[in-house]
């Protein structure tokens, strides 16, 4: 049998991964930090209660244990849910292997004494004694057996990389000798777990694949979403010398959509002028593209106050919206509201609301875009419109988690359709809950149907994604509220 054909032999036995393999690819991780973690709290919460009870540091009356354990379990079982509550929604259950150790243990220390703070403060305000001693021995006590624990995790993990039992099958892009060059220094780590599936090219000329060559060429650029639902990896790696720079935006835009991670090798005039921030792998900076566009804590606050923010809407504003209600309803015949299918999160429709700003369309008329001066739009509807009071009823559809008070636009399905066949990327916008206001929506001056019009809005979408933040939500939301008050909306 030739080299040829075992080699295809073992590049089929790799792509034919089983659903216990992916199991093992992206639960397995998560379950052992989850593991590391839970011991380190109830082992350091164990030494923290002997010596609160057991020693003479403390002179607090002694639980016996002998007669009921519910004195050290119960406590126990709320403090491990507090811990892991904090460590979740800072991100530390995502693949906390490919960064740093000295990251993760710093990363930890801070939410520990975070945690710590917290606690303090909890218990100062509940019993009269000082906790101070108490507080420094929980802190030293948690971050030694979460650092020894983590580490424990990791060293678990390396070993299970190199057998192979836990693998991110990984598709390489770029010119055959750019691509072998970083293969090549992935093979002498295997504690990394990178399985090379093959190699996308991107040169001009085809280039010849031999039968000793490190990984086999699985086709060119043009056939790259057939390659991804074929050989379906885990990462993809980009060389930095793509001859297709065009297309490197919207393979990054995909694998995004497909929560495949990307790593791009950066060109050296972006390193030397420290316009890329770059991971050291295998003694090759690569750029890690971040497939969350917020922390997780930013993400769990942003929705709280959505919902909050909804609610006091609502309810504050409750009988102006009620007076608005009986004005429209007073002026046309027709529904208080508006109900029209949009294209949210991931793609998914929802029904939005608004208040009826135009007289009811016919069951079987064409839905248009709206354009300055429209007739359709009522007197009062123009009140509505130019002061963005028919938006309120949306913030019932930020509160039950159709939309978030900042993102991009949601627009009906035909039109997503329409512009998705005109730009290739438009879809990204579906990354995020849309928003009733958003970073275009501050800025546009017109609202007319053209692609150039909609390239803009997209670029526009774009930054606000890419820059996601708390504090970026809050100046959207004053720069709103000021042109609100200007008379900013479209009649």
Not at 47 to 54: A, D, K, T
Not at 68 to 97: E, Q
Not at 138 to 146: A, G, H, K, T
Not at 434 to 444: A, E, H, M, R, V
Request: contains cysteine.
């Amino acid at each position: 049998m030739s080299i040829a054909v075992e080699n295809s032999k073992i590049i089929t036995e790799q792509i034919k991964t089983s659903y216990s393999t992916r199991f093992k690819n992206l639960i397995l991780p998560l379950y052992l930090e989850l593991t590391a973690d839970i011991l380190a709290i109830v082992i350091s919460y164990a030494v923290q209660y002997y010596i609160r009870f057991e020693t003479s540091i403390y002179s607090e009356i002694k639980p016996n244990l002998n007669q009921d354990w519910t004195y050290f379990i119960y406590p126990a079982i709320v403090i491990v849910i507090y811990w892991l509550s904090i460590f979740a929604i800072n991100g530390m259950y995502r693949n906390w292997y490919e960064r740093s150790p000295i990251d993760e243990i710093f990363t930890m220390l801070k939410l520990v004494g975070f945690g710590c703070i917290m606690l303090s403060i909890v218990i100062l305000t509940n019993i009269q004694t000082n906790p101070r001693m108490l507080i420094i021995i929980n802190f030293i006590m948690l971050s030694v057996f979460v650092i020894i624990f983590r580490t424990i995790a990791r060293r678990i993990q390396l070993s299970l990389r190199k057998r192979k039992v836990i693998n991110l099958r990984t598709i390489f892009i770029g010119k055959k000798e750019k691509v072998f060059q970083i293969a090549r220094k992935m093979q002498l780590s295997p504690g990394w777990g990178f399985r090379p599936l093959g190699y996308i090219s991107t040169s001009e000329n085809k280039e010849l694949e031999e039968a000793r060559d490190l990984i086999p060429n699985i086709g060119s650029i043009n056939d790259f979403m057939k390659i991804l639902e074929e050989y379906k990896p885990d990462s993809i790696v980009i060389g930095s010398k793509m001859s297709h720079r065009a297309s490197m935006f919207n393979i990054v835009q995909i694998c995004k959509d497909n929560n495949i991670s990307v790593k791009i090798e950066p060109d050296l005039y972006h390193i030397f002028t420290g316009q890329s921030k770059t991971t050291n792998l295998y003694g090759i900076p690569l750029i890690d593209v971040n497939l969350n566009l917020m922390k997780p804590w930013q993400s769990f606050a942003k929705r709280i106050f959505d919902i909050v923010f909804s609610t006091l809407v609502l309810i504050i504003g409750l009988p102006v919206w009620l007076l608005l209600a009986l004005a429209i309803s007073l002026e046309s015949k027709g529904g208080v509201f508006y109900t029209q299918p949009r294209v949210g999160r991931h793609g998914k429709e929802f029904k939005i609301y608004k208040f009826r700003s135009m007289v009811p369309a016919k069951p079987d008329a064409e839905q248009k875009w709206t354009v300055v001066g429209d007739k359709r739009v009522t007197k009062f509807g123009k009140f509505l419109r130019k002061s963005h009071l028919d938006e309120v009823p949306q913030f019932w559809n930020c509160f039950i988690g159709d939309m978030s008070i900042v993102g991009p636009r949601p627009e009906q399905p035909k039109f997503v359709k329409m512009f998705s066949e005109q730009l290739d990327y438009y879809n990204r916008r579906h990354k995020v809950r849309p928003g009733i206001t958003g970073w275009w929506q501050i800025k546009y001056e017109s609202h007319e149907l053209s692609l150039e019009e909609i390239e803009n809005r997209t670029k526009d979408d774009f930054y606000y994604i890419e820059n996601m933040s708390l504090k970026l939500d809050f100046e959207i939301i004053i720069r709103t509220i000021w042109l609100v008050f200007k008379g900013h909306g479209q009649t």
